[in-house]
């Protein structure tokens, strides 16, 4: 199944909500970074969270970025999704090892504590940004709490990723439902209600959950209404030239620094490890260029 994004109504246009299956995109970062399994079960609820979130933005030149700086092993994460769908990201250190908790990924124990900042980029002067507290690291909870506080829309937020044993990615996805202020209570307590006694999302999705079914799960008895869905993946736009305007924004000294070894040179993209690689002769170029 390729991975896509639900968005729905429900409620009668009191509740949104968002669905998605991102099972390849995360196998396929999974492929570029070489994660550990706690490792890409972190990166992969945040780009799930990420992509989902991107597609709540209504520009096609919309950028959402997430950045996660923690005291655990796992050192910090970064996600950058568009409108789109399409959405890349690393982790600092994609080599954490740590035992299981309960039998699961440990991820809370990755991350420790730490803060998460959520930048939005519409194209305005500045962009929107927002920041909290890590509440648990597990991310779902942490997602939910910003919502809550920095862009106040209660919200609930059900992320999962599913390792097989040879640390290929079994299934991964999620939901993001959130309620307009204007909602009535029957409706917020079926929801509630709700919420409470669904399986996990690995569960559903382990079970062969579509989006739309776990959606239906989630909005049962709440009239759910699909709007769209779009494909989702893991996609990175870097370039050889895009990684040029980076070597030529170190400078001058750097880039003498560099000819001066006699060597080509190596250059890895944060977000999806390509190899970029500069003869000489083109660092000088380069050199030229910089101021």
Known sequence: MNDYIVRATAGNAQIRAFA???TNLVDEAKEHHGTSPVATAALGRLLTGGVMMGSMMKNDTDMLTIQIQCSGQIEGLTVTADSKGNVKGYAFN???????????????GALGQGVMTIIKDMGLKEPYSGQTILQTGEIAEDLTYYFATSEQVPSSVGLGVLMNKDNTVKCAGGFIVQ???FIEDEVLNKLEANIQKIQSVTSMLDNGHTPEQMLEQVLEGLDLEITDTMPAQFY???SKKRIEKAIISI???EIQEMIDEGKEIEVKCHFCNTAYKYTVDELKELLKQAR
């Open 20 to 22: 998605a299956v991102t």
């Open 94 to 108: 994609p080599d954490v090892m740590l035992p299981a908790k309960n039998g699961k990924l440990d991820v809370g």
């Open 179 to 181: 309620v307009m202020p």
């Open 236 to 238: 990175c736009n870097c």
């Open 251 to 253: 400078g001058k000294k």
